[in-house]
């Protein structure tokens, strides 16, 4: 979820209007599971997901509709998307990162792997990714952990640590930086209210 609220940051950083509510996107998450288990596969499961979601409403000429499980009288759609171009901005997002991820699903070369993480979660990101992921290489590589296609010097991004470097990442990155918003109305335009 980290990943997925970073991802939409980044993405409605400079733009006008109201981003996707974290709530939102957290129920639609939590209401959906991979079971793999593993980080990367469970944030192309989920951007995956999410793309069907938001593509059947928009195929069918409807906005999403998300209704608190507790609370039927909350809907965490209320505010946004508002209208179909709204929602049909965030499907490109999520279509932009399912490509991003399954370009990078089977293996990559590391310099492959920071720009495709540059362009999804921001440089600052990507390059404390690829930092705490070189310095863990040398012991992954004694025991085993991480492998590499034979021949291609790819790595792979299932087997290997760079999925919970980029959670660890994140997470280090979420707590430090402050945000470029405020959780309360405002009469300027130019602010966004956090949803």
């Not at 310095?135 to 760079?162: F, H, K, P």
Request: proline share 4%; hydrophobic share 35%.
């Amino acid at each position: 979820m980290q990943l997925l609220k970073r991802y939409r940051n980044v993405r409605y950083e400079r733009r006008a209007g109201r981003r996707p509510p974290g709530v939102l996107l957290a129920c639609l998450v939590a209401s959906t599971h991979s079971g793999t288990g593993r980080l990367f596969d469970e944030l192309l499961h989920q951007a995956r997901t999410l793309l069907g979601s938001f593509t059947q409403c928009q195929q069918r000429g409807e906005l999403i509709h998300v209704v608190n499980p507790r609370c039927s009288v909350d809907v965490f759609s209320d505010r946004w998307p508002g209208n179909l171009p709204a929602q049909a901005v965030f499907i490109d997002d999520l279509r932009t990162l399912a490509t991003e991820l399954e370009g990078i699903e089977n293996g990559a070369d590391l310099e492959i792997i920071q720009n495709a993480f540059s362009r999804l979660f921001g440089e600052e990101l990507s390059k404390s990714l690829v930092k705490e992921f070189t310095d863990r290489s040398g012991r992954s590589i004694a025991n085993g952990a991480l492998r590499t296609r034979r021949a291609s010097g790819r790595i792979d991004l299932v087997s290997s640590g760079i999925a919970a470097a980029v959670s660890a990442s994140t997470s280090r990155a979420s707590s430090t930086t402050a945000p470029r918003h405020t959780f309360y109305g405002s009469s300027n335009p130019g602010v966004r209210r956090e949803e």
